[in-house]
């Protein structure tokens, strides 16, 4: 079957599309950016085709020809994203029917029957329906949180029972939740694909375990081998106080916590498991949840994390720069006011060593200058709503195009030479860091370092300026210990 897959640049799809390969079908992405797909391993086994849900002149191409639609796209976190769902949801949907696309497959959330939902599973469940009232059979499958290396709600539990010994558990932590490995969502997606004509409903999945938050955490500390976390009950922690808190203690931002928080203010539990009548359960039977833990943590161990939930989009930020937004390789006649700060230094080490240092930088190898100005500007833009730096990396030593850094996304590299970082970071413009290595004609390398600003009115020149006196201590330091690390940097 020929597949077209949304959302491949995000979680889920990056780890769908190798799956539906694997399974012996022909896949199609429809991507924003193509380029976000270039250095993936299966770039050159698909087919990539640029266009946007949101964009009904986009669809018709994208698909033509294809038997399945796995939908994987949702704007959690942006301002207005249900009215954002579902327009997409119904751009799709229509633009299915019209191509004779023989099935939608769309991941929602679980959530309870006949009782208030939160704005995200609210969302979720209305974005169900339009597909399911479409002129394509639809399989809708409902599941809660979600464990695998790297996705958000995993990294939320992981992070919260890591650093902190004595948790204070809001009334939430008490509801029922339950978890799915991801292994097994992988795995009802791509047998989605060959479900009979007729089956148009929803379906609840989830792993074996039924637990409540705090069960979670407290089992999760016990695989992680950590000492047994103290719980103290405080009823009147918020869910919007909680995103707070989780914003401050996890690597992931206020925009996304708040919903997937709202979400654990109802008990999220399977009311039925229909789905086995058409995909049987694995021998041996669903992951249990210690497993699902497990597995996770020895991916993270070994790093090994195929996708992460930082790989997709920032909520408010560009896919990639709008038209009339300037690049940092426009010239400076161009238009517009634009800063720089240029700084480069000749290094004794070769081209390729000076290269390994250039893409290991960041996450746990740091910034290579003045940590505590980079923690504290970090702990700013946290505060303010923004990602700050504890996103980290997803591979130790190889980045790719599109991929979050923690506060940067690749935007551009070309290996051995060129590594352009765009900001993500909450500041008043667009913001750009470059770092060049090239041979010096001598043995050694030449490493050169670019950072661009173009501010947004009289807040980003003030911004600018007021960074200024810094700039020597944080980019001069850079140039010169990223130089030196070169040095001493082993095979």
Known sequence: MRCLVTGATGYLGGRLVPRLLAAGHSVRCLVRDPGKLRDVPWANRVEVVRGDVLDPATLEPALRDVDVVHYLVHSLGSEGFRDTDRRAAENVAAAAGRAGVRRIVYLGGLHPQRVPLSPHLASRAEVGEVFLRSEVPTAVLQAAVILGSGSASFEMLRHLTERLPVMIAPRWVHNRVQPIAVRDVLRYLVACCDLPPEVNR?????????????????????????????????????????????????????????????????????????????????PGGLTPYE????????????????????????????????????????????????????REVRSDADPERLWRVVEGIGGENGWYSF??????????????????????????????????????????????????????????????????VAPSGDGGSLYRQRAVFVPRGLAGHLYWWSVWPFHGIVFGGMVRNIARAALVKKN
């Open 202 to 282: 929803a379906f609840d999945i989830g792993g074996p375990d039924v637990l409540t938050y705090l069960e979670m955490m407290l089992r999760y500390a016990r695989v992680a081998g950590l000492r047994e976390r103290l719980v103290l009950p405080v009823p009147l922690l918020s869910p919007r106080l909680s995103s707070h808190w989780v914003n401050v203690v996890t690597p992931v931002p206020r925009a996304i916590a708040a919903p997937l928080i709202e979400s654990l203010v109802h008990e999220v539990v399977c009311h039925e498991h229909d789905i086995a009548k058409h995909v049987p359960d694995p």
């Open 291 to 342: 497993r699902a833990v497990e597995l996770a943590l020895a991916k993270i161990r070994d790093a090994d994390v195929e996708t992460r939930w930082s790989g997709a989009s920032v909520p408010g930020v560009p896919a990639t720069p709008l038209p009339s937004e300037p690049l940092p390789t426009d010239p400076s006649w161009s238009g517009g006011s634009i800063y720089t700060d240029v």
């Open 371 to 436: 940590p505590l100005a980079w923690a504290v500007r970090g702990w700013t833009d946290r505060l303010v709503g923004g990602v700050g730096l504890r996103r980290g990396r997803r591979d130790p030593r190889r980045l790719h195009v599109g991929e979050a850094l923690d506060w940067w996304r690749v935007e551009e590299i070309e290996r051995g030479r060129l590594l352009r970082l765009r900001a993500e970071m909450k500041v008043p413009g667009l913001a750009w860091l470059e770092l060049h």
